[in-house]
């Protein structure tokens, strides 16, 4: 019999998948190899992976044969949290790895991507003609003057220009940057200024939601804004001829040439992402090409258990850190699905019809399409065939138990969930998928290998089975190296190592329960802490947003001056619904039921809607500075924001309470 504290897993891998998994094969090659334990399963493999830094990062390199061009002098010079010093001396190219299924005649012809618009009709792009492309970009690139260190950007929606522009910014040694195109000019000044770009690969538009969206006028503004440009690449999208004064995709991707990669040091940039950026510029994020290719192969080749017979699809733009990680995809061969679309278009059910389609095995996608697919009653298995997918991946916020079920009954019942989380600033999971490990609803599987999660409480002391913060005890190679215009490193150490120096403290509250899964509580710079007990919004929301009459919900928890605390539930509702009192009773006694009556907010408010970061995430913090009476311009920063009116509304309440 299963106990309450030790339920039954919803999902368990068979001997035959645990057998054949990517990651048990590592761990017996390893074990002959290393010195990793060849018994004890996923537990002893990672714990040998964080008590044996350097030699697990050895073996990952060695497992998936990296091409360092130089040697290294060592795996890890410096363990110091910031300023880890990575494979000293050894050189290497990312897009070499990237491209490296093309010099296999027996592949070069297969499909190295398959792009897919709102018909939903896919178009294959071979691996030979990608590494085509990206030879002759990439020796435009150098005919244009553009050297290792430079900087080029992409305003690109998710198609394959993109992944040809930033592979051949990668082969020269240059750096990428990318927005999606429905960026405005402001939000994407605000993080291509900072970097100073010399190339802007531009669309002319694109299509969302069966619209034509034209951004001629914003491309200009671009132009006229970053004065450091020598070159704009045009990608017409919609058709229009190249404006003038830029170079057409055509033109500079027509040559038959042999792709040069440039062999730079392990810790030479690759890209830099941004972070959403609640309050002042967006973090410019700085990754290595060294870095991030050792923690992608070892997420994706490990932990996804990707390879060359799968197809990968994960619903993201190019402004997300999910972009680059899926471009990732090509790293071990597999064919990687790139969509550019609305998620809901023509109905809530595309991203399976796109599954279908493209036969992917793994599907990534956020939590909040999920949920929308399972309040909006479509049934993902009854309408497509969905044989081909192993493994449903899903991050942006945490999966609620509901969401497991969901995936379990609509999808498949022999279905590998992976409710992942990491962050913009590592492009990679701190905790998430394994394919060799049982799912339990509403749990993350396991931390990832070579990475010391723990949950520490304010005294910086670890806990188990307890609410506590999420820290990393260790260097990952994909960590960033600094950030852009940080000069003195104060904003990066300010961002992560002010609460516990020389620990990575990333801003989440998490449990780790006993069985070494991980359940992720919310953002802990906006936690609940009601009466000395402290909560993630996560739960609040999983638990009021199963009422059908809730569209979307935003809980904040307010210290007040006198010592009060006042919690509010903000609730936007559904076309037709309307906030009478038995909807507010409703609200209150699921709150009391499921969760405890702790949770009971104060007030529960209608509001116009709920504001999100460009990314997708519901904006807490800069909400609870203006409930505290902070100006809407100092409270957040206007070019982060999907809906800059939406919330004008909780500044005019923050007035009306005084």
Not at 154 to 183: E, R
Not at 497 to 506: L, Q, Y
Request: proline share 7%.
């Amino acid at each position: 019999m299963t106990s309450a504290a030790n339920p039954a897993p919803l999902w368990q891998p068979d001997p035959d998948r645990i057998a054949a998994a990517r990651i048990t094969r590592f761990q017996a090659w390893a074990a002959e190899r290393h010195g990793a334990p060849a018994e004890g399963g996923y537990a002893a493999l990672h714990r040998w992976s964080v008590d044996e830094l350097e030699t697990f990062w050895q073996a990952v390199a060695d497992w998936f044969d990296v091409r360092f061009s130089t040697p290294y002098e060592r795996v890890l010079a410096n363990s110091a949290m910031p300023g880890a010093q990575w494979f000293p001396g050894a050189t290497l190219n990312y897009a070499e790895h990237a491209l490296r299924t093309a010099e296999d005649p027996a592949r070069a012809h297969d499909a190295a991507l398959l792009y897919v618009d709102e018909t939903h009709e896919p178009t294959p792009i071979s691996w030979s003609e990608l590494r085509r492309q990206v030879g002759a970009l990439a020796a435009e690139l150098r005919a244009l003057g553009v050297r290792p260190g430079d900087r080029a950007s992409g305003y690109l929606p998710n198609i394959p220009q993109a992944v040809t522009a930033l592979l051949a910014t990668a082969a020269v040694g240059a750096v990428w940057t990318s927005c999606a195109p429905d960026f405005g000019a402001r939000s994407v000044l605000d993080r291509f200024q900072q970097v100073e770009p010399v190339v802007l690969f531009t669309v002319d538009g694109y299509r969302y939601g069966g619209k034509v969206h034209d951004r001629a006028e914003t491309v200009a503004e671009l132009r006229r804004e970053l004065p450091t440009l020598r070159a704009v690449i045009h990608i017409p999208l919609l058709g229009t001829e190249a404006p003038e004064g830029a170079l057409d995709w055509s033109a500079v991707t027509s040559h038959e040439t042999e792709p040069v990669f440039e062999q730079v040091p392990f810790d030479h940039p690759l890209w830099v992402l941004y972070s959403s950026g609640t309050t002042g510029l967006p973090k410019a994020i700085v990754q290595s090409q060294g870095g991030i290719l050792l923690e992608h192969f070892k997420q994706l080749g490990l932990h996804c258990d990707l390879g060359p017979e799968d197809r990968f699809f994960w619903y993201t733009s190019t402004g997300w850190m999910m972009w680059n990680f899926l471009v990732s995809g090509l790293l071990t061969g597999t064919t990687v699905v790139l969509y550019d679309g609305s998620p809901g278009y023509p109905d809530t059910g595309a991203q399976w019809r796109i599954a279908e389609r493209t036969g992917a095995t793994l599907f990534g996608t956020s939590a909040a399409y999920v949920m929308a697919c399972r309040k909006a009653g479509v049934h993902p298995a009854r309408d497509h065939d969905l044989s081909r997918i192993k493994c449903v991946s899903t991050t942006g916020s945490p999966l609620p138990p509901d969401g497991f079920r969901w995936l379990h009954d609509e999808v498949a019942e022999d279905l590998w969930i992976a409710s992942v989380s990491g962050g913009t600033d590592v492009c990679s999971c701190f905790a998430g998928a394994v394919p060799t490990l049982p799912v339990h609803i509403g749990e993350l599987q396991a931390a990832c290998l070579g990475t010391d999660l723990q949950s520490w409480d304010p005294q910086g002391k670890p806990v188990i089975g307890e609410v506590g913060e999420l820290v990393v005890t260790n260097p990952m190679p994909s960590m960033p190296i600094r950030f852009w215009n940080d000069p003195d490193g104060s904003r990066y150490r300010d961002s992560y190592f002010e609460m516990f120096p020389g620990v990575w403290r990333h801003g989440d509250w998490i449990t780790i329960t006993e069985r070494g899964s991980v359940v992720i509580h919310g953002r802990s710079d906006s936690t609940l802490n009601r009466q000395g007990v402290r909560m993630g919004s996560a739960d609040i929301y999983e638990a009021v947003e199963r009422l059908p009459e809730i569209r979307e919900s935003l809980v904040i928890g307010l210290e007040e001056p006198d010592g009060g605390y006042w919690m509010p539930l903000f609730v936007h509702l559904a076309e037709g619904a309307a906030l009478d009192d038995d909807l507010r009773d409703r609200i209150t006694r699921t709150i009391r039921e499921q969760l405890s009556p702790r949770h009971v907010p104060d007030d529960i408010i209608e509001v116009p809607g709920v504001p999100h970061t460009l990314t997708g995430k519901r904006i807490e913090v800069p909400v609870k500075r203006l409930l505290q009476g902070t100006a809407l311009a100092k409270a957040v920063n206007p070019g982060s924001v999907d809906n800059l009116e939406l919330l004008r509304f909780y500044e005019e309440l923050a007035r009306t309470r005084k």
